[in-house]
T-cell receptor, first 114, second 111 residues
Framework: GAVVSQHPSRVICKSGTSVKIECRSL??????MFWYRQFPKQSLMLMAT?????????EQGVEKDKFLINHASLTLSTLTVTSAHPEDSSFYIC??????????FGQGTRLTVV | GENVGLHLPTLSVQEGDNSIINCAYS??????FIWYKQESGKGPQFIID?????DKRQGQRVTVLLNKTVKHLSLQIAATQPGDSAVYFC??????????FGPGTRLSVLP
């Protein structure tokens, strides 16, 4: 199946700093990328949907100024957590889709803010 | 499915037995459904999908059943193995755009 690479897999940052997470589709062009957040023992919660070259659509309750999403090319989307705080510590997962319905997921990024 | 943020229900099965994981979805307009498997600390992996014009689809050791009347989806795993231990999520596609994930079920395979 298609491969989506997410980097880094783990990151620890100090409170107040910003962290960038990359999501790349390695063998296909992703017309749409999704960013999810997952708390322990809970399901995936969609944060935002981004289409290449246009602004991301954020879900209700997700601060767009805090979670900056850039989808500059058909193979790369980035999520930047700005001014991170301990409550932002979570597992962040991206997924990518090319036209069809099936989405392929990245490996996830474990963010710990200390 | 709706993410209600609850602790995951757990299904424990004996190795070699069949597993049945159930999922309810809420939107009758959903026309595509996927089951994902998520191992600890990893992203979800695609298992099997089904479109709304079908009621059954089989893969290798897995079968998905769709009952649109009651908006219910199930995943059957034959001859469950230790490597099947994971959290399983169903997802339905809303208006061909966003995935809506169910709360997930943790499958534990007992030796």
């Amino acid at each position: 199946g298609a491969v989506v690479s997410q980097h880094p897999s783990r990151v620890i940052c100090k409170s107040g700093t910003s962290v960038k997470i990359e999501c790349r589709s390695l063998d296909f062009q992703a017309t749409t990328m999704f960013w999810y957040r997952q708390f322990p023992k809970q399901s995936l919660m969609l944060m935002a949907t981004s289409n290449e070259g246009s602004k991301a659509t954020y879900e209700q309750g997700v601060e767009k100024d805090k979670f900056l999403i850039n989808h500059a090319s058909l193979t790369l989307s980035t999520l930047t957590v700005t001014s991170a705080h301990p409550e932002d510590s979570s597992f962040y997962i991206c997924s990518a889709r090319f036209q069809g319905a099936e989405a392929f997921f990245g490996q996830g990024t474990r963010l710990t803010v200390v | 499915g709706e993410n209600v943020g609850l602790h995951l229900p757990t299904l424990s099965v004996q190795e070699g037995d069949n597993s049945i994981i159930n999922c309810a979805y809420s939107n009758s307009a959903s026309d595509y459904f996927i089951w994902y498997k998520q191992e600890s600390g990893k992203g979800p992996q695609f298992i099997i999908d089904i479109r709304s014009n079908m009621d059954k689809r089989q893969g290798q050791r897995v079968t998905v059943l769709l009952n649109k009347t009651v908006k219910h989806l199930s995943l059957q795993i034959a001859a469950t193995q230790p490597g099947d231990s994971a959290v399983y999520f169903c997802a339905d596609i809303l208006y061909g755009q966003n995935f809506v994930f169910g709360p997930g079920t943790r499958l534990s395979v007992l030796p």
